[in-house]
């Protein structure tokens, strides 16, 4: 499974808790169809990577709520293990594929900003603040998310594989 999601990350991980894509048809889904199959409870288990070299298995829930059209979207995340909790909220528009928007770590009290894009696949971000940033790459399909995030800091890497059905 690991092996699989780094295969996946090309662009982006990030503690922000990351982000959208979904159900793939025969034709190319517009962006507001793809943000729009991301509705609903998410969860899954991963991996931490530490900058320490250690390695920790963890959970983790992600909940999207978007408006009809798909342009804007509200994103819950809460991941836990042993020396990981992160508790995450994003809210982002979407226009023309391109992803701009906000992030905040309740937990920490930290926020910064996200830029990304839509593609058939999922979603790509990158979370900055003064503090840190991270890339998080996230391929998604109607049932299934495979999540990647790279960051600066303390985690060097989470790779998770979330379910909805």
Known sequence: ??????????????????????????????????????????????????????????????????????????????????????????????KDGSITGDWRETRYELKGSLLGSVDPEGYNLYAENEFANATISVRTSSCSQDVVMKFSKEVDLLTAQLKKC
Request: charged share 20%; aromatic share 8%; hydrophobic share 45%.
């Open 1 to 94: 499974m690991i092996a699989s999601l780094r295969r996946t990350a090309t662009a982006f991980a990030m503690a922000a808790a990351l982000m959208p894509a979904a159900a793939l048809a025969t034709a190319t889904p517009t962006s507001g169809e793809l943000v729009t199959s991301l509705i609903g409870r998410w969860a899954g288990k991963g991996e931490a990577v530490f900058k320490d070299g250690k390695h920790e298995p963890f959970k983790c829930v992600v909940v999207y709520f978007t408006d009809k059209a798909g342009d804007q979207v509200r994103q819950t995340i809460r991941c836990n293990s042993e020396r990981l909790d992160l508790s995450l909220e994003s809210n982002w528009k979407v």
